[in-house]
């Protein structure tokens, strides 16, 4: 067993120590191109070494996001390979500064031709990292079927291959290294075009592995869904950077600036994206974000092609290279593109969104017929499934004093997209993978449905109440017909026939009358007796003098210890009625149902209210039901406005608290 655990801990560490082996080996590779730039002369140029600086810093943040993930999840390589990431950008550019560094004054430094044949197909190191993260983001394993093990090979193979063929091309190096030759071997003339194979691979590799990444969302749940589109934003600047290359090609005949952009782009998206989107998927709205990265995205190609424009046309208009026209011109078209970023928002949204976009419609069509009376609230439900396309959605409501979301027919819901109202959830969306956009704009409809249900519980239970104090009080009226015929009424007619019987046989002396009348009078003391008992059960006599006498006699009454405290002795007489019978109903209760060996009782004042709070150190388990003392209590409670709570969880005693409106 000892050594089953350790190789499940090994198998869950490795993850973390090769990203520490990666930062360690970038940490290498930087210092050792920082010696080597410090000790050659003539020493590479200013811009030189602040690009290498950039270089490192973005590599080392790329790094350091992934030791964090490595920490965060131990048992996913996606730390190892964020961590990779970030091990390109000082050794390709350390290496390309070196290169470099002596072409300036006409000599290359010692071993930098060569250097520069072995690394002249390096350039797709750049994207292998980011294309192996497509692959196994966001569990680290490739996604079941073939297409994504030949791809996953095919990115770890082809780059290699392409490395080799660019290796020996026999064609002319590009600046600064026209001037000079191939210190290496090559092949022949007649097979440069092989070179073409594995670029051509490259890019058919690049599509593939988007749909992998494709595949795998359509596949996802709910949480993978949202950590794959905060991922495949970050990812777009992968394509994107190899359009600015070609486009730098295209438009200056070398690498510029907009290469640079990308790379950055690619650098800092891709790393800071992926621990989002592990670690913290749900921190912001992933649409909202994609939705506006391709908004500005659109506007920017709509300015770099006026920029393009203008500045073509500028040259032959005001003179070649008139970047002050172009500029200005540029600056007038972004004024005027400004106010159509929202139609171009729709139109990404419409494209990019659809579902979402159909969503938001229905919500606002459905909102505008309820406030037109054609249509209710609880149709929120299936309004929301057959915009969303997820026939099994369902909307939960929390209804007030409960901490459950429950639908509009009282069933249990539970789900992860939450309708907040002034930073609180008040419902949930379940079953369907929600916009946040969506769950948002639902929710007037939501707080609407969920004080309607509020509502129609509330009168639910006033119908209830009213129909148990009815019952109730045929109940009562029962028993005391029962307790008065049974009781005093037999009674005084007993001694109306004893007194008659006395009456006939009072002149001839053949009746004691000195016993007759004794036994009337005590008759009668008990009759009287009996009505006082029936009485003190419709209301007690003790309050004829107040909350406290009453309360002092039930204390005296109980046959264990009642600690008892009365903060404001004077109250309206149908408050101090209630309040006695809460206090009593639940002392009778913790006596005879509890077992409790210790009963407290607190009747105090709360601004315009009266609470009446009993506990007792019994069994617990007590609860309002159909029926018991307490439910009729509550009936009671609430026929004053007032509202009952017991809280009595088992082991753990019983808490009955009553709070009654009471004017000051």
Known sequence: MKAVRAVEAGSAAWPRRAAAAVALIACAVTAVVCAALVSVDPAPAAGDILLFAGAAGIGSFSVALGLFVAR??????????????????????????????GLARGRPLPGAEVLNQLTAGWWTLWYVP?????????????????????????????????DVLAMLDPSPYDPPFQDYGHPLPTLPAAYAWTGLIPLALMMALLVLSVLVMRGRYRAARTVERAQVKWFALGALALPGTLLCCWADYLLWGEVGVLIWAGLIALYAGVPALTALALLRHDLYDVDRAASAVATWGVVTAGLLAVYSAVSFAGGFAVGRGSAVTAAALTALVAAALVPVKNRVRRRVDRRLFPVRQAALAALDTLEREVHEGRARPEQLESVLRDALREPGLRVGYLLPGSDEFRDADGELVTGSAPVRLGGRTIGIVAGADCPREVAAACVLLVETVRLRLEVGRALGEVEASRARMLR?????RARLERDLHDGAQQRLVTLGMALRLAQRHLDDGSVDMDGLLDQAVAELGTAVAELRELAHGLRPSSLDDGLGPALEALSARAPIALDWRLVRPELPDEVATTAYYVASEAVTNAVKHAGAGRIGLRVQEEGESIRIAVEDDGCGGAGVRPGSGLAGLADRVAALGGILTVSSPAGAGTVVEAVLPCAS
């Open 130 to 162: 980011v294309m192996l993260l497509v692959l196994l983001f966001p569990d680290g394993r490739l996604p079941a079927g073939s297409r994504a093990r030949w791809v996953f090979r095919g990115v770890l193979v082809v780059p290699v291959v392409f």
């Open 72 to 101: 965060r999840r131990p048992r996913n390589p996606v730390g190892p390979l964020l961590a990779l990431t970030g091990l390109m950008p000082p050794l390709i550019i350390g290496l390309d500064t070196y290169k470099g560094a």
């Open 472 to 476: 109730a009080g045929y109940r009562e």
